[in-house]
């Protein structure tokens, strides 16, 4: 369609009637799990100022070095479009003075300057949750298991959860300064080639080679993030994975499983689905204690994930054929229309979707229309049924006709509704 004058920008999408529908099925399972384990729901602004996720994400991390959307406004403030969504809702937890511990979740739209691919898109939707004000690996394993529980609850297959522990600050610096050692000298006797990504990453945040899909795999005789894990650390670690044993979640550690973002810390983890293969990660997260401190508030240790919606809905589901209205209402004269609208109204105070044609056509014609706009049935209206104060109920699918009382329409959907119920998306 070469004609048209207008396109959505690269990378965004038109979400049309059926993949909406999909979508509202999907994210009332999603919020009725969520809500079993006791988050609640929060909306944050769009755009933030940009000093927010620099600040949190970490200036050498993917999304702020060349992933964000930053605009100005007329008075030269510097503005970005929400990338993630945990800055902004710790942001909201520490200004609208929410107490800890408190469990928030979100679906939100999220911006980012990617390269479009399948799953990948440059507004894409985000559901989170961010458990605050707790320290426990009780919590961890807890948050884990809910994203593992949704994801198989809505269909996806073959699951496994990638997870590691990164260990508190401390450790993380004596390991960087290992792993650093170990780089420089591997690229000084010529065993090592680093890609033009990962150069640049190596002064900067080593750490993040280990997650490079180019580099990453070429390093496993490097140091062992692991080994620099205190007791303790290494306890929190098992103490989690002993949960996840107890509750059958599958997982596989993953000593090169870093997550892009600065603000991780100990627990970090992804889920995949071996259908589709582990570069598509459908859920990531992790642990991140200092956060809260960061953005100016008390110190607040914290765990979360988000999941993209997309990548669930590319991978798992097929956009459905989506019905038209229930009741189709016809009609054969200007009398029989008059009474039709009164009819009309009346169906969608019982809140059934239905519709008509408004011009004057045909009674055939009026059909067609209904077919085209794929009616579950038609309510015909005519001088007859007006007399006899019923209608007559045609199926559109079979052609069957039932004469019944107008209060009969409630029944008849429900009755319908429920037939479907479980059998389809919608
Ligand atoms: P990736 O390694 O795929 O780039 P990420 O580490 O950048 O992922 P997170 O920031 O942890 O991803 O986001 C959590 C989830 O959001 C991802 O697992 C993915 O499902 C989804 N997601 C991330 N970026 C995009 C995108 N550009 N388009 C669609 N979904 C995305
Ligand atoms: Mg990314």
């Given at each position: 369609?070469?004609?048209?004058?207008?396109?959505?920008?690269?990378?965004t999408r038109d979400i049309i009637p059926e993949e909406f529908e999909l979508r509202e099925v999907l994210l009332e399972k999603i919020k009725k799990s969520i809500r079993a384990y006791g988050y609640k729901f929060i909306i944050t602004p769009t755009f933030e100022h940009t000093e927010l996720f620099i600040r949190s994400i970490g200036d050498s991390t993917d999304i702020v070095e060349k992933e964000m959307y930053t605009f100005h406004d007329k008075k030269g403030r510097s503005y970005t479009l929400r990338p993630e969504g945990t800055a902004p809702v710790i942001?909201?937890?520490?200004?609208?003075?929410?107490?800890?511990p408190a469990k928030l979740a979100y679906i939100m739209n999220?911006?980012?300057a990617e390269r479009p691919q399948k799953g990948r898109y440059r507004e894409f939707w985000q559901v989170g949750v961010e458990a605050i004000g707790i320290k426990d690996p009780l919590i961890d394993a807890e948050v884990i298991e809910m994203g593992y529980s949704i994801l198989k609850e809505l269909g996806a297959e073959k699951l496994v959860v990638?997870?590691?522990?990164?260990?508190?600050?401390?450790?993380?610096?004596?390991?960087?300064?290992?792993?650093?050692?170990?780089?420089?000298?591997?690229?000084?006797?010529?065993?090592l080639e680093l890609c033009n990504d990962c150069k640049r990453r190596k002064n900067r945040?080593?750490?993040?080679?280990?997650?490079?899909?180019?580099?990453?795999?070429?390093?496993?005789?490097?140091?062992?993030?692991?080994?620099?894990?205190?007791?303790?650390?290494?306890?929190?670690?098992e103490e989690i994975k002993s949960y996840l044993d107890k509750w059958k979640v599958n997982y596989r550690e993953e000593p090169r499983l870093v997550r892009g973002l600065d603000y991780y810390n100990h627990t970090a983890f992804e889920i995949v689905s071996e259908k589709i293969g582990v570069e598509d990660t459908l859920l990531g997260g992790?642990?991140?204690?200092?956060?809260?401190?960061?953005?100016?508030?008390?110190?607040?240790?914290?765990?979360?994930?988000?999941?993209?919606?997309?990548?669930?809905?590319?991978?798992?589901?097929?956009?459905?054929?989506?019905?038209?209205?229930?009741?189709?209402?016809?009609?054969?004269?200007?009398f029989s229309k008059g009474y039709?609208?009164?009819?009309?109204?009346?169906?969608?105070?019982?809140?059934?979707?239905?519709?008509?044609?408004?011009?004057?056509?045909?009674?055939?014609?009026?059909?067609?229309?209904?077919?085209?706009?794929?009616?579950?049935?038609?309510?015909?209206?005519?001088?007859?049924?007006?007399?006899?104060?019923?209608?007559?109920?045609?199926?559109?699918?079979?052609?069957?006709?039932v004469l019944v009382p107008e209060k009969d329409l409630v029944k008849i959907y429900e009755e319908e509704m429920a037939r479907r119920k479980g059998k389809e998306v919608l």
């Open positions: 369609m070469n004609t048209l004058k207008y396109k959505r920008p690269k990378g942001r909201a937890f520490l200004e609208n003075s929410i107490m800890p999220m911006f980012r990638l997870i590691n522990s990164i260990g508190s600050i401390e450790e993380r610096q004596a390991y960087k300064s290992a792993l650093l050692d170990y780089l420089n000298e591997k690229e000084q006797d010529g065993t945040n080593p750490l993040r080679i280990l997650d490079c899909k180019i580099d990453g795999p070429k390093l496993k005789d490097a140091p062992k993030l692991k080994e620099f894990l205190s007791n303790e650390s290494l306890k929190y670690f992790g642990r991140y204690d200092s956060l809260v401190e960061d953005l100016g508030g008390p110190a607040t240790p914290a765990v979360g994930w988000a999941l993209g919606l997309e990548r669930i809905i590319n991978y798992f589901y097929q956009i459905p054929r989506i019905s038209g209205p229930f009741y189709f209402v016809a009609t054969v004269n200007e039709a609208i009164g009819l009309l109204k009346k169906i969608r105070e019982w809140k059934i979707p239905s519709d008509m044609t408004y011009e004057p056509k045909s009674l055939k014609a009026q059909m067609k229309i209904a077919d085209r706009l794929n009616a579950v049935k038609a309510v015909i209206v005519g001088e007859d049924e007006i007399k006899l104060q019923k209608v007559r109920v045609r199926d559109l699918e079979t052609g069957k006709e």
